[in-house]
Each structure stands twice: as C-alpha cells, then as structure tokens.
C-alpha cells in the first residue's frame, strides 16, 4: 500500500460537518471490494495487489491488457455543473464520463467501431437495471438525449479501455458486459467524488453574486483528493462547469484499486475569482450540448 492510512470507499458517506483533521485525507479508492460487487465475468487476474500500478515503471511486457489498464492508464472521472439551463439535481455535479488518458495526458479516442454500441439503454437494462434510474439522475445530457450521450461516452472513450476488451471476458459473457462495467464503474467513482460536498465543506455554496477565490476551489477539492489536484474548467464568463478527478488504478477497470493523481493534470482556464452560480431550472437559454 502506498499511504499509512487507507480510507475504504464505502466509509466515505460524507458528512459536511465532519471535523477535518489538518491536511487532506489519503484515499484510496476500493470500489469492489465485495466479491459480489467485484468483476466476476471478468477474465482472472492476479490480485491487485501484485498488479503494477497503472503508468508505472513496473509494468512489463508480460503484463496483460486484461489485468493492467494499458496505455490509458490515467483513468480520469469528468463532472459537470451545467447551471444555466441546469441539469441534475441542484446539489449535485452530474457525470460527465471515465476516460483512459494516456501517461502523458494524450489521450486515444474511439478505438474499435467492434465494441460501438447505440443501445446503451437496452443493455443497461438487461445487464445492471439498478443503474438505470441514478444514470437518468446523475448522468444527463445537455440536450435531453441522455442515450446518445452514454453512446458517445462508451463509444469514444470506453472503447479504448484495454482491461474491458471482450477478450476479456470469460467465455458465455454477454457481448456487452463492458459497456455495463464502463457504466457500473463510472457511477460508483460518482457516487465517491461529491464535489458539491467537499466545496460546501470549506463553504463554498452556489451563490449568484458571490465568487470565490480560485486557490480556495482547488485547495478544496486537493483536500478531499488525497492531496492531488483536481482539474477545474470555467466558462467564458468564469463560472464554475467542470471537474476531473485523476486516478492511477491497480486492477481492471471494474474491479481496481483508484489512487488519486495530480502530475499530469492540464492547466485552468478559470479567473482568480471564480463564479459557482445556482442551477436554473427554468432558464430561456437553449441547451449547448455535450
Ligand atoms: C444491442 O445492439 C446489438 C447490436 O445491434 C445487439 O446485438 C444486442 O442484442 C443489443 N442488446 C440489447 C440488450 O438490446
Ligand atoms: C435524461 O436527461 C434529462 C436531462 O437532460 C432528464 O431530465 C431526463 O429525465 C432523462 N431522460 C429520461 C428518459 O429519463
Ligand atoms: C426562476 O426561478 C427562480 C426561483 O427558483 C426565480 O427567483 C426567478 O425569478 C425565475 N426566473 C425566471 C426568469 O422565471
């Protein structure tokens, strides 16, 4: 283990009264430690505790694409806060995607027209029904379309996830179990990463007039990131609209071990003061799309 203390995901329920101690909280991320929770179609890998880290020197060619997330391996989960016209809940950042960056911060994209799906949907459906609802919640798209919006995301970014190829998958797996582990996996960091709490912990709140220092964000988010920086994005008025948390991970997708990163993290395009304005539910401007 890389840190002294580890904080188990499901521990993280978070409470915004909670006394902190002084400097950030190292986290590592354990999704699936439950059996049942954990990727049971996929292919077996050696634990992940005697997997290298993903982007690691330690990674050789005897590694497999399977059980070594590879060349993506800097996994990153991209939130958004669409506030005029808001989406999602009002106190909640809604789900952008999981994408697999390379090391360096490049990034592959739409890798196998094999793996495209157009009925997400229906493979939800089948697969993870319980998701459904969180994902028509937590994972809309600006324009409505929240299906061609989970089709662009598994098929741009999901496609070029090494450890969720269908060679993968143990034989007699539905041919779409990974866009189901894309999707199970992107909800369950979601669910960890409340940025709308971890900002309202150092009290930084929606606000129509107020701005807030930009170091004050990001020093917010860092503290709830193991002390890793946590990648912000404005719009052209300076207003608050994305968030990416970054992640090293030991394991396949679905069944890793997430540790916060921060080297390879793009610089801010957000002012000194930065707005964090409410959501609008019943604005007049039209949707901008994804
Ligand atoms: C999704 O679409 C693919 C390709 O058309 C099809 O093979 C598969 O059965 C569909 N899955 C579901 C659950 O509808
Ligand atoms: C899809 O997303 C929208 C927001 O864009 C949401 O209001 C809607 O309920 C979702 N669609 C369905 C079919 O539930
Ligand atoms: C929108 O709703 C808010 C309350 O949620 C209200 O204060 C505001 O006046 C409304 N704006 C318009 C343009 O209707």
Known sequence: MKFSSVLVAFLA????????????VPIVYRLFTQPELSAPLHKDCPANADLPLSCSKEITDKDSLCCVQQPGGLVLLAQFWDYDPGFGPEDAF?????????????????CDKEQEVSNVTDIIKKLEPSLLDYMNEHWVSDDGDNESFWEHEWNKHGTCMSTLNPSCYKEGTDKHQNVADY?????????????????????IWPSDDKTYPKQDIEAALKYHHSNSKVHIACDKSGALNEVWYYFHIQGAIPSAEYTPVDDTIPKNNCPDQVKYLPKKFNSTKPATGY
């Open 13 to 24: 329920s978070f409470v915004v009264a909670e006394e902190q101690p002084a400097c950030g």
């Open 94 to 110: 809604t789900l952008h995607g999981l994408w697999p960056d390379n090391c360096d911060g490049t990034y592959q994209q739409y």
């Open 183 to 203: 999707a199970r996996t992107a909800i369950a960091l979601q669910k960890e990463l409340n940025t709308f709490g971890f900002l309202g912990s150092k009290g």
